[in-house]
C-alpha cells in the first residue's frame, strides 16, 4: 500500500517510518520543504496528515493556525481527492473539546474548543468531513497528550524535573489525564488504514494517571528514588502564580475510548499493545 505521509521528521511521524516501513511503501511530503504545486498523489492509497501548527505556549496567531492547520489541511485533502486517493487520515486533537473537566470525553462529546489551536483542528475536521464520499474516505483521530522516546515540552520538563529534584511538592494528587504512547497511536493508525474505517477516533493509552502516579513511573523508569511530599497551601499558591501550570499538575482530562476500540476491534481487544509502564519506560530509555 502507497502511503503519503506528512509530518514524517515529527515525533510522531518519525516512530511511524520507522516502525511500518516494511508494511507500507511510505513518501513523505513537508509544508516547509517541499513545493505544493509539485505534489504528485498519483498511485497514492491513503494520505497520512499530521503536521500542523500545535499549540504554542508562547503563542500563535489565530491566522497562523488557521492557515497551517486548516488551509493546508484543505488544500492537501483535495487533492488527494481529485488524484483518486481513498483515505485521508488526519490526526486532530482532544482540544476541540475544550480544557480540563472532570467529565471523560467521548467521541460524541460536544466540541467547544477555546483556544486558536482547539478552534483550528475542529474546522479542519468540519471541513474535511464535507469533502468525503464513497471514494473518499476521511478518518480523525483525537489524541490527548502523546508521549514516547524524544518527547518534548511539558513531558520533557517533567522528566528533567524528577532527574534533578529529589523531593517534590506533588503527592496525593488524585487527578486523572489520559495520554497516549505513540507506539499505540501509531497502532490504531494502522489499524485504521487496515480496515478503511472513517469517522472520529478517540486514542488513549488503557488507564488514564494521577500526576503523582506518572512522576512515580518516571522516577522507576530513571533508576530514580523521589519522594513526593504534600505541602499545604501550595497547591492553591501555584493556581494563583502559575495557573496553566495548576491545570497541567492538578486538573483531570480524561477520555473514554471504548467506543473506538469496539469499532476497530469488536470485543477482541480491550487494551492496546504498551502500557502506561511499557510506554514511559520505553520514552526514557528508547
Known amino acids: 500500500m502507497n502511503i503519503l505521509l506528512t509530518g514524517a521528521s515529527g515525533f510522531v511521524g518519525s516512530y511511524f517510518v ?3 516501513s516494511d508494511q507500507y511503501n511510505i513518501q513523505t511530503f513537508s509544508f516547509l520543504r517541499d ?3 509539485s505534489l504528485s498523489l498519483k498511485e497514492i492509497d491513503a494520505v497520512v496528515h499530521l503536521s500542523a501548527l500545535v499549540h504554542q505556549m508562547g503563542g500563535a496567531s489565530e491566522e497562523e493556525y488557521e492557515r497551517v492547520n486548516v488551509t493546508q489541511t484543505l488544500d492537501l485533502a483535495q487533492r488527494a481527492k481529485e488524484s483518486g486517493v481513498k483515505q485521508f487520515v488526519f490526526m486532530s486533537t482532544v482540544k476541540v473539546y475544550g480544557e480540563e473537566t472532570d467529565v471523560a470525553y467521548t467521541e460524541a462529546s460536544l466540541c467547544k474548543p477555546e483556544d486558536a489551536y482547539g478552534k483550528s483542528k475542529l474546522k479542519a475536521e ?5 469533502l468525503e464520499n464513497d471514494g473518499f474516505k476521511v478518518s480523525i483521530i483525537r489524541t490527548p ?6 518527547v518534548k515540552a511539558n513531558i520533557k520538563n517533567l522528566v528533567s524535573l524528577v532527574q534533578k529534584v529529589p523531593v517534590l511538592p506533588f503527592g496525593s494528587i488524585k487527578n486523572r489525564r489520559s495520554m497516549v504512547y505513540v507506539g499505540n497511536l501509531c497502532y490504531i493508525v494502522d489499524s485504521i488504514i487496515q480496515q478503511q474505517k472513517v469517522g472520529i477516533f478517540l486514542v488513549s493509552d488503557s488507564e488514564p494517571l494521577s500526576t503523582t502516579k506518572l512522576i512515580e513511573l518516571i522516577a522507576q523508569a530513571l533508576g530514580k528514588k523521589v519522594y513526593l511530599i504534600r505541602v499545604p497551601f501550595f497547591e492553591a ?12 499538575l492538578y486538573e483531570s482530562l480524561e477520555v473514554d475510548n471504548h467506543d473506538t476500540m469496539k469499532r476497530l476491534f469488536s470485543e477482541v481487544k480491550t487494551s492496546l499493545p504498551y502500557s502506561a509502564e511499557d510506554g514511559i519506560r520505553l520514552m526514557i530509555n528508547g
Open 126 to 130: 468540519e471541513e474535511l468531513l464535507k
Open 145 to 150: 497528550i502523546v508521549y514516547g522516546y524524544g
Open 237 to 248: 499558591f501555584l493556581k494563583m502564580v502559575k495557573p496553566s501550570f495548576h491545570m497541567r
Open 35 to 37: 513545493s505544493f504545486d
Open 18 to 20: 520507522s516502525h511500518y
